[in-house]
């Protein structure tokens, strides 16, 4: 017997259908799964069959091969039970589903038969759609997170036992002394078994005893109920029983799931949350830094083009504080953006609360300088997303830059040009998305009081202390940082005239984000930083005195060309926020003096 359901796993932050093929036939009883499984699936086994029979299932004593369509991709994750358990019961006859083998079937099983979650359900849905399925059944907990997906149907379950509609169970009927005549439908279509009675028998009977004598022996089935095969059965069976030749046989009727509308998921209705930050929710707020008026205006050209941006500066002046508070002026993430950013949390088993919808607040990722560079990129033997996808189209904050180890580092030259990250394996290269501001912070030297102008805090590095501080932080890495600001003491001990809010700066940051919007909505881009290649050229053009300025202090820094084409896309965002058509030598100036530690390494040579 033959049956075929579909299920799906992750393929790094993707998901890909799975046909879960299934094959029951006469021989030792044994299930094996192949199709390049891990051992959590293969641990399936044991789960399924504790499942199957804790919820007065019969799991079938023959042998039965489970098959992972493609079996050149490596599967791992249990979110394959589900599938395989119902693929078993409808196979066998137990389960009639007609629609199965157009539905997608997620979740892992526990010995009890409930239904557990599992991760990644997002970019899984998603796949199924696109493979032209429209109805998935998975556990309640994912629900939420699967009718994020528009155009599916999402059938929602806590336990095995709850998946057969209530009240449609029939018997079976014994058409002759030898013949059991068993129909079920498979697909839309029915057909008919023929078996004797004496398989059927062997078919649901897990009896392990061998004797012979049926006068006196007695068996107990999985379900504890006791029977006799040479007479009437000594304890009330719950499937029906038919005497064939003067044998008790019995069999347990399939169980008719023609319907699967009892569970039916209906999303809650989503509060209307506006797409902008509100004031309540926003706990930190840029009114609260006393002076640097300098460093927001820095701030903002990062935000309205999300350029890379570093701040230096002694201990005490506010840099983590600066950066902290930059989500707060960065506009929400639009449709697209929510879906990318929504299925790498959900790969990444992160996603904590479906119910409010997509994620639209741009991640913030802050993490610890011990970080490896496999946590930061991502790796594993099937690689995951690192932290550097995780904060894809928001910011990733490194904080005392020069005490992540450099290998670390240098990790991310790829993510940073390229917006991706690529890993390699034997088997498979996965690619993730990485399209991030990199934030980060440093202190100046290794003391940190260097330029401090504090007479208490005086800077004790030598130079060459110094320089080796600095040397920490690669040129290469150093080329893909656009903003280089340094942050003094502040003297503002009492507010004096207007302070700057997030809100103001909120607002100068989208109106220049809707110039980019309306300048690149042919492209697949969304941000000057994102420029490169012909549309730089095209969007960024440059006057001849603009022209003139740039190449002299390329020739006095000695900047590459690297540099070069950032000051061009810093100076675009500069002029979009002036609200200018072109480009103009002030805005390359102003660019070209956010690259302060550039002009410092050149004044040292």
């Known amino acids: 017997m033959y049956g075929k359901i579909y299920s799906a796993c992750l393929y790094g932050i993707e998901g890909i259908m799975i046909g879960v093929e299934i094959d029951i036939a006469d021989g030792l009883p044994q299930t094996t799964i192949i199709g390049l499984p891990d051992s959590a699936i293969r641990e399936a086994v044991e789960r399924v069959r504790a499942a199957v029979k804790n919820c007065g299932y019969r799991y079938p004593q023959q042998r039965i091969t489970i098959n992972l369509a493609p079996a050149d991709l490596r599967k791992e994750g249990s979110a394959f039970d589900l599938a395989i358990a119902i693929g078993i019961l409808s196979t066998s006859g137990q389960l009639v589903m007609p629609a199965a083998s157009e539905m997608l079937l997620l979740g892992e099983l526990a010995l009890d038969g409930s239904i557990r979650a599992v991760n990644g359900v997002l970019p899984m849905v998603e796949a199924a759609r696109s493979a032209g399925f429209r109805s998935v059944l ?11 997906i528009s155009g599916m149907t999402i059938y929602a379950a806590d336990h095995l036992r709850e998946i057969p509609e209530p009240d449609t169970g029939e018997s079976v009927q014994i058409k002759s002394s ?24 062997n078919r649901y009977d897990t009896d392990t005893d061998t004797d012979t004598d049926t006068d006196t022996d007695t068996d107990t089935d999985t379900d504890n109920m006791v029977y006799s095969r040479g007479g009437a059965p000594q304890a009330e069976l719950p499937f029906p029983v038919t005497v064939v030749n003067g044998a008790t046989v019995r069999e347990r009727p399939p169980t008719k799931a023609l319907s699967l509308e009892h569970l039916k ?58 950066i902290k508070r930059l989500p707060g002026i960065l506009p929400s993430l639009n449709e697209r953006e929510a879906l990318e950013v929504t299925k790498i949390f959900s790969a990444a088993g992160k996603l904590k609360d479906a119910g409010n919808g997509l994620l639209r607040t741009r991640p913030f990722r802050s993490p610890h300088h011990t ?20 904060a894809h189209r928001g910011i ?15 990790v991310l030259r790829q993510p940073l040009e390229d ?29 940190g009081f260097l330029g401090s102008g504090n007479p208490q805090q005086v800077c004790t590095c030598s130079p ?24 003094p003491r502040p003297r503002e001990w009492e507010r004096q005239g207007h302070v700057q809010s997030s809100a103001e700066m909120r607002a100068e940051v989208a109106t220049a984000q809707a110039i980019q919007a309306e300048r690149y909505k042919q492209l697949p881009i969304s941000w000057n930083s994102e420029l490169s290649g012909a549309a730089l050229r095209r969007y960024a053009k440059l006057g001849p005195a603009s022209s003139v300025i740039l190449y002299d202090i390329l020739e006095s820094l000695g900047l590459s060309m690297r540099a070069h084409d950032r000051i061009i896309k810093l100076a675009r965002t500069i002029a979009d926020l002036a609200g200018a058509s072109d480009i103009e030598s002030n805005h390359i100036a102003e660019a070209v003096q956010y690259r302060n530690l550039d002009r410092q390494v050149t004044a040292l040579e």
Not at 187 to 201: E, S, V
Not at 430 to 447: D, G, H, I, K, Y
Not at 468 to 486: F, H, M, N, T
């Open 265 to 322: 998921y209906t999303p809650h209705n989503l509060s209307s949350r506006d797409s902008q930050i509100t004031e309540n929710e926003m706990t930190e707020d840029y009114s609260d830094v006393l002076g640097q008026q300098h460093v927001k205006r820095a701030l903002i050209i990062a935000a309205a083009g999300m350029h890379n941006i570093m701040l230096m500066g002694p201990p005490g002046t506010g840099k983590t504080m600066l």
């Open 371 to 390: 970080i490896s560079a496999a946590g930061l990129i991502g790796g594993g033997g099937t690689p995951k997303p690192g932290e550097v996808s995780l």
């Open 178 to 201: 030898t013949q059991i005549k068993q129909t079920r439908p498979t697909g839309d279509k029915q057909y008919t078994d023929l078996m004797t009675a004496a398989q059927c028998d």
């Open 464 to 487: 060459a202390k110094i320089a080796a501080y600095r040397a920490k932080i690669s040129g290469p890495l150093l080329d893909r940082i656009d903003l280089q600001v340094e942050v």
């Open 138 to 148: 998975l556990p309640r907990v994912n629900a939420a997170e699967a009718a994020l």
């Open 419 to 447: 917006g991706v990250v690529t890993i390699s394996r034997a088997r498979a290269a996965f690619t993730f998305p990485a399209r991030v501001m990199l934030a980060a912070s440093m202190n100046p030297c290794n003391c």
């Open 396 to 410: 990733l904050f490194l904080d005392e830059l020069p005490e992540f180890s450099r290998n670390v580092l240098e």
